[in-house]
């Protein structure tokens, strides 16, 4: 019950306004709204959910400015974005469970010549911190990673299960790497060369800004020399592929099975959706959106949606899609025409 908040002091929480003040009683968790029961809190992101806000058990939902309807015994708080201000909900019981302890578990390996400090940072068991590493405070590195030599980690950042982050590597505040992500793998290089593929050295770093977080068995390349850089505040999903010197630009958002082949550069706001392919050696502009299954094959300006292979303005592509559609019926015309040309000899 000490986890408990009112419903004062959930609006209080999010910033928002009561609408409804329900029924008396404490908040202690949270749900979806199918799920939730008496105590919990839930929020309403999405109209499509609207009919089972109508039916909920929460104690309270956060909604959208506008909404009064919903269950008489429900509260209410109205906020300008309730999935946004449900993540401060989340925050606010997360961290009452799982309150930061710092310090380096006896089963961990450091280094003598790694620079950190052990009452300010965590570092779980079967993790290998290696020689020059430096880690900032805050971090806490997860089981069985591998913080590589020379690597520099800025401050808060959380490295995952499983983590491996390569020599040289440079990484800014508050990164997320989440279980099973390598930064700073060699990149695919190879010259064909007497019948044989021979490896291209990959000597260059991956640099990563603040605020960006990389999801679980994602592999960014390091660069054949110079950098590969991820700029800030950048989101990238599952199981995503970031070859050698690629440079994204700031606040990007990148969905999960895509592919960007070497030497390609996004600039900033750009949204990759899922499975998208992108060649290597093009420019992608800032504000574009790529949506699902785009295959982009040449350097495209910013501000527009592409979708389709070869990637087209959104609007080109949905004529196309029509035209594609009519296709059958197309070809049954043609073959009553030419039966019916036969016919007439």
Partial sequence: MAFALTLSELARLVDGDIVRSGLDGPLTGMASLDAAGPHDISFLGNDKYHGQFLVTQAAAVIVPRGETAGPPSTGLVAVDNPSLAFSDVIRYFSAKVAAFAPGVHPQAAVDPS?????????????????????LGDGCEIGPNCVIGEQVVLGQNCRIMANVTVRERCVLGDRVILQPGCVIGADGFGYEFHEGRHTKVDQVGIVEIGDDVEVGANTTIDRARFGKTMIGEGTKIDNLVQIGHNVIIGKHCLIVSLTGISGSTQLGNYVTVAGQVGIVGHVTIGDNTILTARTGVSVSIEGGQTYGGKPAMPMREQLKLEVLVRRLPKLVERVKALENAALQNR
């Fill in 114 to 134: 790694a620079v950190l400090d052990p009452g300010t940072v965590r570092i779980h068991a079967g993790a290998v911190v290696m020689a020059g590493a430096r």
